[in-house]
């Protein structure tokens, strides 16, 4: 059964730094693009940031520079490195992997 989970969030300063964490059990992990996608209140989810297999990282236009996906094939875990969160960064971060699986979302608030 593939199943994501995340981990990681929960009430930060902002100017603060989080790290969120996906464990993916999933087949063929090192194979799979993976992503971070978020719903804010009232918003439509957005994407964060996808990681290919090779790494490579693509992201959306309010995490470049603060944030940094990463991958651990041999943890089949996923990681976004979150920096200089904004109140507006508040959401529900889910993580994402091809065709169309998703985790249960972990809450990032970030307070004025």
């Known amino acids: 059964q593939v199943q994501l989970v995340e981990s990681g969030g929960g009430l930060v300063q902002a100017g603060g730094s989080l790290r969120l964490s996906c464990a993916a059990s999933v087949s063929r992990f090192s194979f799979r693009t993976m992503g971070w996608y978020r719903r804010a209140p009232g918003k439509q989810r957005e994407l964060v940031a996808t990681?290919?297999?090779?790494?490579?990282?693509n992201y959306g236009e309010f995490a470049k520079g603060r944030f940094t996906a990463s991958r651990d094939n041999a943890k089949k875990t996923v990681y976004l490195q979150m920096n200089s969160l904004r109140p507006e960064d508040t959401a529900v971060y889910f993580c994402?992997?091809?065709?169309?699986?998703w985790g249960q979302g972990t809450q990032v608030t970030v307070s004025a």
């Open positions: 990681i290919s297999p090779s790494g490579g990282t």
């Open positions: 994402w992997t091809n065709p169309d699986v």
